[in-house]
Every structure is written in structure tokens, then in C-alpha cells.
């Protein structure tokens, strides 16, 4: 085996989840083609990176039973793309082995070493063995509009769910919708819906989120619902306190709170990077075509339909309760408020949510601390760079972060994991938060209804406000 008495160093990679014996095979063949065996074992991060969710193992627990084998002489730990190239020539591999299923994948590690691919053991894998032992989530749509579609496509990125169903107010267009995107059934009315399915994504019109949610959990069916979640502080309560009496999941898919560079966004400004936050500004429009769902009274309007985005950031970023809230507002012929500005007064900081479906603005995120300023360019929903800012420019950052398709697969992940681990709450996007978000937009519908053509204002003291 040793060369010129060197011992021939052999490296593979997986992830090597809910380890199994086509793995064992593979390191066994891999170590057999040397002396030494390298394993490298994929970070979380890295795995949620490229888009592999629901990795079941931990980092920790993969690279224990990888070490339980015996057969790895060294584990490391694969982070980034292109690290191959890297590991290769700073451990001295002479051999890349991998199973055959990346036939061809890797053939440009052979400027660097010898490539190996090993036959892949059949009939077992990760994939299969994350479905056999968590089963399936079976999941009911409730709604057949553009979102709904989006996130069907989404859904198929996240092991362990089964779209079983679908229900909307319109019989045939659920049916064409179910046909469509392979849907096994489409249901004649809600309740049939939930008769045959564990969880339900609620993506219908606003004024029925409340109804279905509560209907959804009094049948033991668990929640993702689209914002706008509730209308009022007190539904939202209402429905949390009502999943965890019944002990199930109920989250608002509020696609921003669970993706990657926007949790570690929040982590940044809570940790005092930039000192002591005083104020937070978001703004989030989008221009309604005539004729839309989002221009039409009672139910629609900028901040019904676009508030929970911004709301969502200040709730987190400041995570305490205002002191006063005021809204001013542009109305719209149609009846909805077409420019809202939402102003907070915390006891020490301000903030304000600008939304509009009836004008444009830039969609940026800005954060100022009494030590320097985060910046999150258009679009901040979705959370791809961070710009840390100070007075002194060599300490400035510019974080990137991904964010992987349309976005709807994290919140669809956190959803199947809470379910299959029996987790009630996300720290993600917390009851609280949903509260504060439905408490905010009720107290806008319920402030004499700023839509009128001219613009009004209007303060409301938040001592009350949930
Ligand atoms: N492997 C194998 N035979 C199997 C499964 C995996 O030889 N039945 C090999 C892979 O080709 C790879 C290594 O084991 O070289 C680690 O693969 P990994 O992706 O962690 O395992 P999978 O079971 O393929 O995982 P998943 O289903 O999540 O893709």
C-alpha cells in the first residue's frame, strides 16, 4: 500500500446521516484502497446551504457514529463548496473516493489525486430512512391561489411530507389545481379535507385564516397559515393557547423568520454588535395590478396584506412592547389603504413599518445602534447580504448569507420538524411575535379606518394592545 513508505492517505465525504450500511460499506472499501482514512462529515450549515433539509442526526451525533465505525483515521468537517479541492492537497490524499452515484461529479479532483468511485450499496439510503422511521406528515392545502402553487413546488424540497389534498372555494379550480401539481385528491369542501390529512396549509383569503385555524385544530389537524395569521391580537392568542391544549403545531408562514440570513441577522443586532438599538426601519411594497385581491375593502390594503414582514423585524429586533403606535395612511379609490407608515415608540428606541400596494419604495431594512448600523439592501425579506456599518470603516462587514429557491422551504422544514419531534413552538417566529404582528394590523382596522383618499393620522397608546 505505502509508497515510496509513505502511508496512502484516502478521503470521501458524506453526510452520513442515520448511518447505515451502505455507508459502512463505502468506508470500508474506502479505507481498503489505503492506510489511512479521512472522512469528511458535511456541517449543518453547509447541508442546509445546498438546500438538505431535515438532516435528522446532528454534526455532533453523524461524527460520533462515523467514529463508532473504527474505521476512519481522522474526521473532518466539510463547510463550504470547493473544500475538496483544498482538503486534498493540504492533508495529502492520493485517493477521493466516493460512491457511484456521483459518478463523473467529482472527475475534476484528478489534477489533484486518483478518483474512485465505488459501487453504490442498493436499497438503502438516508432519504428512505428518514421516511421510515419519522412517516410522513400528510398535508391538506387549503387554497388554490399563486402562492399556493409556489409552495407546492417548495414542499417537494423537504423530506418526510406527502401532499395529499387540496380544498378552495372553488370546486373546479381545485380540481384543475390537484391535477396540475399531482395532488392525489381535490376536496369538495374543508372539512373533507381535514378529515384525511395531519397537517394543513392554510393559503386562502384573509377573513377565513382565523376559522380554518381554529376548525383545523379542534379536528386535530396541525397549522401553517399564510399571513396575514389572524386579524387580532386576541385570535392569535386564541388559536396558540387552543394547539397547545390540543398539543399541536401551529406556526405563521411568514417565509422571512426562517430563513437562514435572516435569523442570523437577529442574532447579530441582539448581540450588541452595533451598541444599543434605537431604531428600526423596514419598508415592503408592492405595487397591486388593477382588479387584485390585495385592492379589495374589507380584507385588503397595504398593511392587512404587506405589514407582517416589517412588523415581523421590528418584533424581533426589539423584542419588547411599544410604548405608542401611530399609522399614517394614503388611501385608494377602491377602499384599502394604498401607503401606510406604522411609527413606534419603545422606551428606548423608535421604529417604524412603511408598506404600500398603491406606491413604490425601496425595500430596505435599516438598523441603527448607538455603535454603528446594519443595513439590509432590497430585498431584506429575503435576507442574502448584511452590512454592518461603523465610524471607523476597517471594522465595517458584509455578511452573505443564501438563500435557497423561492424561500418557502424553510418555513415548510421548521413546520415538519416541529411535527415530527413533538416541538410546540419555533423560537423562529414565537407566539408572541404572531400576537404582536395581528395585534398591530387589528389596531390599524380598527382605528376609524385610515383609507380615506386623503391622508390621515391617527396615535393610539399600545398599554392594552396584545
Ligand atoms: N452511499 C452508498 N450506498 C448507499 C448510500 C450511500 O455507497 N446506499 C455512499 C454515498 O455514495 C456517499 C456516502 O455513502 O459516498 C455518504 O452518502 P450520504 O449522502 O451521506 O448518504 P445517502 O444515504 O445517499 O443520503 P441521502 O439519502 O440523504 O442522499
Known sequence: MKENDKPVKVITYGTFDLLHEGHLRLLRRAKALG???????????????????????????????????????????????????????????????????????????????????????????????????????????????????RFVAEALRVSGLELEAVAGSDPQQARTFAERNGIPRACADYGDLLATVDAVYLCGPNEQHFEQAKQALESGVHVLCEKPFTLSA?????????????GLVLLEAIKTAYCPGFIRLVALARSGVIGRIQCVDATFTKLALPGAPELAPPYGGSVTELASYPLLAISKILDCAPDTVSFDSFGLDEGVDGFTRISFRYPSAIASATVAIGAKSEGHLN??????????????????????????????????????????RYEIAEFVSMIRDGRGASYKLRAKDSAFIAGIIGRFRGSGGRFDVVPGSVTVPLAAAG
Open 234 to 246: 386576541e385570535e392569535s392568542c386564541y388559536l396558540y393557547a387552543l394547539a397547545e391544549e390540543r
Open 35 to 149: 492506510d489511512h482514512l479521512i472522512v469528511g462529515v458535511t456541517s449543518d450549515q453547509f447541508d442546509a446551504n445546498r438546500g438538505k433539509l431535515n438532516v435528522r442526526d446532528s454534526l455532533m451525533v453523524r461524527i460520533s457514529k462515523v467514529q463508532a465505525t473504527g474505521l476512519a483515521d481522522e474526521i473532518i468537517i466539510e463547510d463550504y463548496d470547493g473544500q475538496k479541492v483544498n482538503d486534498i492537497q493540504q492533508y495529502g490524499a492520493a485517493i477521493f473516493a466516493i460512491g457511484s452515484d456521483w459518478e463523473g461529479k467529482f472527475d475534476y479532483l484528478a489534477d489533484y489525486c486518483r478518483v474512485v468511485y465505488l459501487e453504490r450499496t442498493a436499497g438503502v439510503s438516508s432519504t428512505q430512512l428518514r421516511a421510515e422511521t419519522l412517516g410522513i406528515t400528510r398535508l391538506g392545502i387549503a387554497g388554490t391561489g399563486s402562492i399556493a402553487d
Open 367 to 408: 438598523i441603527s445602534g448607538t455603535g454603528g448600523s446594519i443595513y439590509v439592501p432590497a430585498p431584506w425579506w429575503k435576507t442574502t447580504d448584511v452590512l454592518v456599518r461603523f465610524e471607523d470603516p476597517s471594522r465595517n462587514q458584509e455578511l452573505r448569507f443564501p438563500y435557497a429557491g423561492d424561500g418557502l
